[in-house]
């Protein structure tokens, strides 16, 4: 056997990257109730109550308002929830994701 036979081989380590993060927006409307607003924020994004004001009131005073930050599926599974519980209601609530 020659000396190359023994040697061991090294693998190289390969760094798992950290999935980029997208961030959910609440778009202000002038239709949905501000209080299903909050409940939605609770209930979706498992914000207390006063961080949920804050979030839909920032959102009603400038347009829009970050909700939070996911990784993509994440993210847009949240939304596509919220947004679908608003529509059975009737209600036009928005939400969008971007990345961060």
Do not use: W
Request: net charge positive.
């Amino acid at each position: 056997m020659s000396d190359s036979d023994l040697k061991p081989k090294l693998k190289q380590k390969t760094k798992a990257q950290k999935p980029k993060l997208y961030k959910v927006i609440l778009l202000n409307d002038d239709f949905t109730p501000r209080e299903f607003v909050v409940l939605i924020l609770k209930a979706e994004f498992r914000l207390d109550v006063s961080q949920a004001e804050v979030v839909m009131m920032t959102a009603h005073q400038k347009g829009a308002c970050v909700v939070s930050v996911y990784p993509k599926d994440v993210a847009e599974t949240k939304a596509t929830r919220a947004i679908d519980a608003a529509s059975q209601l009737g209600y036009p609530l928005q939400f969008t994701v971007e990345p961060e």
